[in-house]
């Protein structure tokens, strides 16, 4: 099952336009609406030609610090055949608008909205926006976490429209949640989902736990429980959990509310700074993808 998939078009809006929107930062979580991501706030990456991009999350110190989330948008003609300057970075590729191409260890995918793609760090690989439309698509990065014992993902490449949704115990199919990975792998340290909500469903508790959350709003509206305030959020909006956010959420419908989950996984909690975990340096993961 699949649906529509929102992306931002920039632009400004009228110097006659009153200041309405509901951009919020607080110390547990984070609304970025739609309304914000605006040409003034894009940004742009060494080795990208034609691209700019809306970082939706970065990390920060004491608040969300293991992931990073940005929109991209390749004019035609462009892209990178050096996109990743981080050998120990991961990343997972999710397309809403437009078509393009990426190569990966030397075989080519084209990829269309509903397209997945996960990369595994240190892999070799090149996006292209060859179409003569815009390409935009969620790049969602982090420092994979090594563990002794456990090889590296393969790359992966998939459609929302090729998986059965799973359904959430006792909720008659309401609220389902698309998986492209297997959640039992424990090669995974993050998962990027999709999860969806018919009309009049519900969390009806508040998820208290330690993963951090970037959500971004691809479909439909909902009033969407954060710490301790109901908040309202519609297509085109991002959401930023830190850890043990509590969080819930009501869709009202008239239609579906789905939206883009990135959570950390499948990993002990560390417990000393990062340089005394004794995690394989950029060097080791080019070694284990020779």
Same mark, same amino acid.
């Given at each position: 099952?699949?649906?529509?998939?929102?992306?931002?078009?920039?632009?400004?809006?009228?110097?006659?336009?009153?200041?309405?929107?509901?951009?919020?930062?607080?110390?547990? @979580?984070?609304?970025?609406?739609?309304?914000?991501?605006?040409?003034?706030?894009?940004?742009?990456?060494?080795?990208?030609?034609?691209?700019?991009?809306?970082?939706?999350?970065?990390?920060?110190?004491?608040?969300?610090?293991?992931?990073? +989330?940005?929109?991209?948008?390749?004019?035609?003609?462009?892209?990178?055949?050096?996109?990743?300057?981080?050998?120990?970075?991961?990343?997972?590729?999710?397309?809403?608008?437009?078509?393009?191409?990426?190569?990966?260890?030397?075989?080519?995918?084209?990829?269309?909205?509903?397209?997945?793609?996960?990369?595994?760090?240190?892999?070799?690989?090149?996006?292209?926006?060859?179409?003569?439309?815009?390409?935009?698509?969620?790049?969602?990065?982090?420092? @994979?976490?090594?563990?002794?014992?456990?090889?590296?993902?393969?790359?992966?490449?998939?459609?929302?429209?090729?998986?059965?949704?799973?359904?959430?115990?006792?909720?008659?199919?309401?609220?389902?949640?698309?998986?492209?990975?297997?959640?039992?792998?424990?090669?995974?340290?993050?998962?990027?989902?999709?999860?969806?909500?018919?009309?009049?469903?519900?969390?009806?508790?508040?998820?208290?736990?330690?993963?951090?959350?970037?959500?971004?709003?691809?479909?439909?509206?909902?009033?969407?429980?954060?710490? +301790?305030?109901?908040?309202?959020?519609?297509?085109?909006?991002?959401?930023?959990?830190?850890?043990?956010?509590?969080?819930?959420? @009501?869709?009202?419908?008239?239609?579906?509310?789905? @939206?883009?989950?990135?959570?950390?996984?499948?990993?002990?909690?560390?417990?000393?700074?990062?340089?005394?975990?004794?995690?394989?340096?950029?060097?080791?993961?080019?070694?284990?993808?020779?």
């Amino acid at each position: 099952m699949s649906g529509n998939y929102f992306a931002p078009s920039g632009g400004h809006p009228p110097q006659t336009q009153l200041l309405t929107d509901r951009a919020v930062f607080t110390e547990a @979580y984070a609304v970025i609406p739609k309304g914000t991501m605006r040409d003034i706030v894009t940004s742009f990456l060494p080795f990208w030609d034609k691209t700019r991009l809306w970082v939706l999350s970065r990390p920060l110190t004491g608040f969300a610090e293991t992931f990073s +989330q940005y929109i991209m948008e390749v004019a035609p003609g462009g892209g990178s055949d050096r996109p990743e300057t981080d050998p120990g970075a991961e990343g997972v590729i999710f397309v809403v608008e437009g078509e393009g191409a990426i190569t990966i260890e030397d075989a080519t995918h084209d990829l269309r909205p509903g397209s997945y793609v996960y990369i595994p760090p240190a892999a070799k690989w090149t996006l292209r926006n060859q179409s003569d439309a815009l390409f935009k698509f969620h790049w969602i990065r982090k420092a @994979y976490e090594a563990v002794d014992g456990l090889p590296l993902p393969e790359a992966i490449i998939a459609h929302e429209a090729d998986i059965v949704p799973a359904p959430m115990p006792g909720t008659d199919g309401k609220w389902t949640t698309t998986r492209f990975v297997d959640p039992a792998d424990m090669r995974h340290d993050m998962h990027v989902t999709i999860v969806t909500f018919e009309p009049g469903a519900v969390i009806p508790f508040a998820e208290t736990h330690v993963m951090e959350h970037g959500l971004y709003v691809l479909e439909g509206k909902a009033v969407y429980r954060l710490n +301790q305030d109901w908040v309202e959020v519609e297509a085109g909006d991002y959401m930023w959990l830190r850890a043990f956010c509590p969080q819930a959420c @009501y869709a009202g419908g008239p239609g579906r509310f789905r @939206y883009l989950l990135y959570k950390d996984v499948n990993r002990h909690m560390a417990l000393r700074p990062a340089s005394a975990t004794g995690a394989a340096p950029s060097a080791d993961f080019r070694n284990a993808a020779e």
